[in-house]
């Protein structure tokens, strides 16, 4: 009113009689672009359900209601009645997606559980007279249909699993113009920096707009990787537009609270096409730990300026390692591969690898493009420097876990501005990182990521010119949480310290854990590696300095995640004490003669674990010959294969798998198995190795065609968290990867290997009595494995 009145006057609303309408709750959480016709608050003590019912009653007693919104208010008490003209749209749905387009964070206004929401009158019920009640229409909205093509049927396939989607719900009150409602989803999803494609399906009561980032998948063809390429949408459409504009690509990026990222585009090609990769080489994501940061959790980088990331800097120095500028103890940087071609922000994958002096970087560039995500390496500390403890104050241990949360909290707060979709992030390591990344599963709080990959196949073919590296001297760990000797305990990580401190001549008989410390940090980095790489080599070669943890309790988290697992028939601990069974090469460390069983007896029985060792070795047949003695350590190989690596990887596909996550899981032959380099071959061939043109005459066209295979693959799983791209993907040019259902039938798995065959069932028979072994041998102080229980509320035992 353009005045006050002298008297106002309401219409009194008549809440007695019944309900006339049946009001359907609309499922989403806010309401934007409606129009409130009136708004009742009602008393404290008004009960849930009267309260209801009178909101109804005064919707049934408007002409012009069209819906209404039962909400509560955090901040002030009583309940609160919405009458509407217009539902508007509704946003952030209550569809478990695992996507959004816009902020979905928690308001004062309480619109869940029910009764609490936002209810539609059937349309048949509305008051159609425009006198009575003026129509409303969605504001105009600048939008280029020259930025979007109106996809065919033929470029869009239809998968009703795919969780990365959200939904707008436009009423049709304001959806009486088609070509408006249409240009403002497409507005929506334009100023979503991470969306790329939009689909229109009209209801009854609103156009339903569902907003999609690049769902884009592309098909092998039979002969090469030349493909189709077709968008993957939720449920039909009666129109499906995708961004043609791409996002420009920049090699200079701004850090807030740091300076300017300067990186390079580089061109790389896969099989026929050439395709353009930017690359951040050596970026910081924590200050130098050398010094007195030697033995402490990962400390946010603190450089300024601008910072050269066109190469890349040295990994984290490992045992074996000799001289080399490739490695080093300043080590914490990572690597970023961004595909220039782009719709948006991507998904991201972080991959922890720790390449030997030897090696080269692993090269994100074609799995970025072929994939279109954006992928992530990093180095962390491992071995001493990772993990060395006391117990005490000054050597907590965990460093290196410390250096992959620290690498999370860099990716989640600038991946962005390299193209990474921070809501969508994919963890990953080899066997070396895979089992400690498991231990994120556990963490108290929420983790910065949404589904994890665990590669447990190490390659390294052992010659006497190769130095020896982490690869054979780290722990037989499975890259799973249930891993028999994933963690220490206290008591025998202070053992392993003292042991590293007697070898540097850090302990005397009065030293106090200060000095000791003190002492350690004061070694040279070469000197202490050289240290630690004796005592693996002389004492215990195949557990030393893993995470300290306290035993996981009943009640303890488990973060459901979706989970890709492998599992590698080429990997046991005979054949990892062949690697290093020339003590030798270093001079009068060790007697060449040692036997192996001594080691694995240490490793598996400790104090009291003789007997039962000599138990499990009793159930391998085996004779004094020559040839029996072979089909001894053969079968002895395989059985600590199972017990250390496939059973812990079957009992954390079975946990997840019960817990209704989405769980995969591959193995991979002895034949399939490539060890002409210390990178894993899974590894390798995820991350498009053979198609290199540089390597690609190193392998055969059956090898680069299944890291085709295994690009797609994994790509499909970084993006949606399956790793089929789509359920029409003909089985003769990709198999059907199943997923493990429960701990109740046999596991699915995909045999990675040129003939990618589904199998069932792997190692089920063998796990069971080595479980329970793991279970007698660590029942105790002095029990070999140093491991804590692991146990969470979805455990079951194997």
Known sequence: MDRPPENAFSKKVELS????????????????????????VMSEDTPLSQGFRDCERRCDE?????????????????????????LGVQTCSDEDSGWRSRDCSPTEAKTSPDPFGWYQK?????TPSPALCPPLSLPETNVSLDDWRLLPDS???????????????????????RSRTRDWCLHACWEAESCAAVSLSEAESATRCILYPDTTVCGLSSSSSASSCQLLIREPASQVYLRTERTPSVTSVSIPGHGTLKGVSVETTVGPDRRTVIQFLGVPYARPPIGALRFEAAQPADWRGTWDASKPRPSCVQPGDGESAASGEDCLYLNVFSPASRRGRVPVLVFFFNPSANESLLDGSALAALGSVVVVTASYRTAALGFLSTGASGLRGNYGLTDQEAVLRW???????????????????????????????????????QRMMLMVRRSGRRTRTRTRTWAEFSSPAGGSVFSPSLVQTAASSRRRALDLAQELGCTTSGSTDEELLSCLRAAPVQVLNAAQTKLLVTRDPFQFWSPVRP???????????????????????????????????????VDDSMPFY?????????????????????????????????????????????????????RMASVWADSRARVFLYHQPAAADRADSLVPWDVRLAFGAPLHPQSSQRFTSSERRL?????????????????NPWPEWAESVLPRWQPVTSSKAPPSYLELSPALRPQQGLSQDFCSPWGQLVSRLSGGESGGLGAEPVVTSAASSS
């Open 551 to 589: 035993a996981v309790s009943p009640s303890s988290p488990l973060h459901k995640v979706d989970l890709l697992l492998g599992t590698s028939e080429a990997d046991g601990l005979i054949r990892r004490a062949r690697r290093i069974e020339e003590f030798e090469v270093l001079p009068g460390q």
């Open 411 to 449: 990716v989640n707060a600038h991946i962005s501005l390299m193209g990474g979709d921070n809501s969508r992030v994919t963890v990953g390591a080899e066997q070396g990182g895979a089992d400690i990344l498991s231990l994120h599963l556990l963490s108290r709080p929420a983790p910065l990521f």
């Open 155 to 177: 470029l869009v396939l239809v998968d009703p699993a795919l969780s990365t989607y959200d939904v707008l719900h436009v009423s049709r009150d304001v959806a009486t113009d």
């Open 17 to 40: 009689g019944p309900v006339q309408n049946f009001y359907e709750r609309v499922p989403f959480q806010r309401s934007d672009s409606n129009a409130v016709r009136s708004r009742a």
């Open 62 to 86: 408007d002409p012009c209601c069209r819906g209404f919104g039962f909400v509560g208010y955090n901040k002030s008490p009583g309940l609160v009645c919405l009458v509407l003209v217009s």
């Open 122 to 126: 059937p349309v048949n019920q509305w």
């Open 598 to 650: 001594q080691a694995l007896s240490r490793v598996l029985g400790g104090a009291n674990g003789d007997q039962l060792l000599r138990e499990a070795v009793a159930s391998l047949d085996h004779d004094p010959s020559a040839a029996g003695y072979s089909l001894f350590s053969r079968a002895l190989d395989n059985a600590t294969r199972d017990l250390f690596i496939i059973c812990p990887a079957l």
């Open 707 to 723: 890291s085709l295979a295994a690009v797609s693959y994994v790509s499909s799983f970084v993006r949606t968290g399956n790793p």
